[in-house]
């Protein structure tokens, strides 16, 4: 249970932030985090106040990396590579006691360790994560400067030929009248562009790669979808509105799931990342056997 409470007693007037800076070894800027987001208490109320002054019994929402094992694939003094399985969440949800790939990286490098960019919880594959605070601006930056390519691997409903440039933008769902979780194709929203390539065909499906040239929520399931070629697996884009909220309220089964789908999982997987960082050029590849975890899934 990452997210663990902890008794503290003030013995005398104290600055809170002070407090939570002596007792945690942490920055004032962490101090104060701590106070945003409503994890100290005082007689089961959370403080808010980042001037406050405290004393007596204190109770704080603390988070406790847990380890269930799982080891990056690649490290150096600066970032560390984790290839995360399908159906394990990058980060915890609220105060959510999951256990998350941001765990394994604060249980390995310590509190100053982040994760340096997110892929959702189905999508397996590689997640890189800045091993230092130091670090973590230029190693975010070149994500957010789009000077990493990052591939990756899809299975798709039907016979995708030739290469395509998605240009399409995407805006986020803020409506209650549709499923708030979904993005959705809008010329209001954000630009969007994904190159795709066919690179196998599997019966009625194709095995493409899809390199995505921007970085928005879901852009490779809503793009592949948005060309009649939605993700195989997905339960939100290319499926009725009824399965998605179905899936949405955990309400389908592994075998409904498939039945819908046309897999348990969604068949996305990131398989690449290739980028320059402190003079030294990088490709790194995933480990995972995708491809043959394809054909297992298209026999059985």
Do not use: W
Not at 139 to 152: A, H, N, P, S, V
Not at 270 to 289: G, R
Request: glycine share 6%; with cysteine.
């Amino acid at each position: 249970m990452p997210f663990i409470r902890k008794n503290y007693f003030v013995p005398e007037p104290t600055k809170l932030f002070r407090f939570l800076m002596d007792q945690l070894h942490c920055s004032i800027h962490e101090a104060q985090r701590l106070i945003d987001t409503r994890k100290v208490f005082q007689n089961g109320t959370p403080i808010t106040d980042k001037g406050a002054i405290v004393q007596g019994a204190l109770e704080l929402l603390l988070f406790e990396p847990q380890t269930q094992g799982l080891a990056p694939i690649f490290e150096t003094p600066f970032f560390a590579l984790y290839d995360k399985p399908s159906g394990l969440m990058v980060h915890p949800k609220n105060l959510a006691p999951i256990y998350t790939l941001v765990d394994e990286v604060r249980f390995r490098y310590g509190r100053e360790a982040n994760i340096a960019h997110r892929i959702d919880k189905e999508t397996s594959g590689l997640v890189m994560v800045s091993r230092k605070k130091a670090f973590e601006p230029s190693i975010k930056g070149l994500f957010e400067e789009r000077k990493i390519t990052k591939g990756y691997l899809a299975l798709v409903r039907g016979h995708l030929q030739g290469e395509h440039l998605i240009d399409a933008p995407i805006a986020k769902n803020r409506t209650f009248t549709d499923l708030k979780v979904k993005a959705r194709i809008d010329p209001r929203g954000k630009r969007a562009r994904t190159k795709v390539r066919p690179l196998r065909r599997y019966g009625p499906y194709t095995l493409v790669e899809a390199i995505p040239l921007t970085g928005r929520q879901h852009q490779i399931r809503l793009h592949l979808a948005s060309i009649g070629h939605p993700i195989v697996g997905d339960p939100l884009y290319g499926v009725g509105r009824e399965v998605a909220a179905a899936y949405l309220e955990g309400l389908l089964d592994s075998s409904q799931r498939r039945e819908y789908t046309g897999a348990p999982r969604l068949m996305l997987h990131a398989f690449k990342l290739e980028f320059t960082y402190q003079e030294v050029h990088y490709i790194l590849t995933s480990k995972q056997p995708f491809l043959q975890l394809v054909e297992e899934l298209l026999s059985s």
